[in-house]
T-cell receptor, first 111, second 114 residues
Framework: GEDVEQSLFLSVREGDSSVINCTYT??????LYWYKQEPGAGLQLLTY?????DMKQDQRLTVLLNKKDKHLSLRIADTQTGDSAIYFC???????????FGSGTRLQVQP | DAGVIQSPRHEVTEMGQEVTLRCKPI?????LFWYRQTMMRGLELLIY????????DSGMPEDRFSAKMPNASFSTLKIQPSEPRDSAVYFC????????????FGPGTRLTVT
């Protein structure tokens, strides 16, 4: 079955790097995504990676994928207070376009 | 460009009443999804459509929930009768059927059933 897991909470200081981790179980994943949710808002797509890639960089964001271990991470360089939010990893699988989400990681950035 | 539009943004109703949530997807997108977010269950799929046809409704909780997509630019999610346990934030999302299938979310409807 499908299962996506994340740690619940991460606290960092402004200017440091943040690394948010995610594990998944379904070997038929096609794409993996990172979404950001601020309080009272919808989900904002940050980035995604194809399951056959191992890294993708987009400005301050770096996504690493270890397909063997089914481990995904999101690194945010030079974390700012505006990055404080809940971050969700999600996947789509072969034949299923709907997203399966992790439980979300709350990132707190301290000044 | 307008994103996904949902209405109402907030809905407060009494148990037993009918509730209708509305969604307008991004123009040109051929997939539309309804998700629900609660503290207990997180984000979960309710139903999704491709070219206005329901593809997967396995997440619809029970017969009290129904969803329609009469045309490419409009979808509704109806709950009748509503119950307190239906209180949640309901999100609509849309995507193209090609590329990385990126889904773009609306702002959500916060439903409170008293």
């Amino acid at each position: 079955g499908e299962d996506v897991e994340q740690s619940l909470f991460l606290s960092v200081r402004e200017g440091d790097s943040s690394v948010i981790n995610c594990t998944y179980t379904d070997s038929s994943s096609t794409y993996l995504y990172w979404y950001k949710q601020e309080p009272g808002a919808g989900l904002q797509l940050l980035t995604y990676i194809f399951s056959n890639m191992d890294m993708k960089q987009d400005q301050r964001l770096t996504v690493l994928l270890n397909k063997k271990d089914k481990h995904l991470s999101l690194r945010i360089a030079d974390t700012q207070t505006g990055d404080s939010a809940i971050y969700f990893c999600a996947e789509t699988t072969t034949g299923r376009r709907a997203l399966t989400f992790g439980s979300g990681t709350r990132l707190q950035v301290q000044p | 460009d307008a994103g996904v539009i949902q209405s109402p943004r907030h809905e407060v109703t009494e148990m037993g009443q009918e509730v209708t949530l509305r969604c307008k997807p991004i123009s040109g997108h051929d997939y539309l999804f309804w998700y629900r977010q609660t503290m207990m269950r997180g984000l979960e799929l309710l139903i999704y459509f491709n070219n206005n046809v329901p593809i997967d409704d396995s997440g619809m909780p029970e017969d009290r929930f129904s969803a329609k997509m009469p045309n490419a630019s409009f979808s509704t999610l109806k709950i009748q009768p509503s119950e307190p346990r239906d209180s949640a934030v309901y999100f609509c999302a849309s995507s193209l059927g090609s590329g990385a299938y990126e889904q773009y979310f609306g702002p959500g409807t916060r439903l409170t059933v008293t």
